[in-house]
């Protein structure tokens, strides 16, 4: 089902959006719903930070180990320096 919508915007931009409409051959209204389509698209495909934590795999991290110092050996080793 498709609904009636009103916008209101400038007038350079419409007669802009209505070139670039007939030089495509589509209408400005398929224009408009294709780029809020993938608005609404992109929203769905995020994930709040929670979701990603809990996909993490826990790493081999032993509990007795200096992390910093690992940190600073891990990067001496890659680095240099």
């Known amino acids: 089902m498709k ?17 670039y409409a007939a030089a495509r ?4 209204s398929q ?22 934590v809990d996909d993490l795999v826990p790493g081999d991290i032993n509990g007795d180990q200096d992390l910093i110092k690992a940190y600073h050996e891990a990067r001496s080793e890659k680095y240099g320096h």
Request: proline share 0%; hydrophobic share 40%.
């Open 3 to 19: 609904t009636r919508l009103n916008i209101t915007i400038e007038d350079t931009v419409l007669a802009y959006i209505k070139g």
């Open 25 to 28: 051959q589509i209408s400005v």
């Open 31 to 52: 224009i408009i719903e294709e780029h809020l389509k993938s608005i609404a698209e992109s929203s769905k495909q995020k994930r709040s930070i929670l979701e990603v």
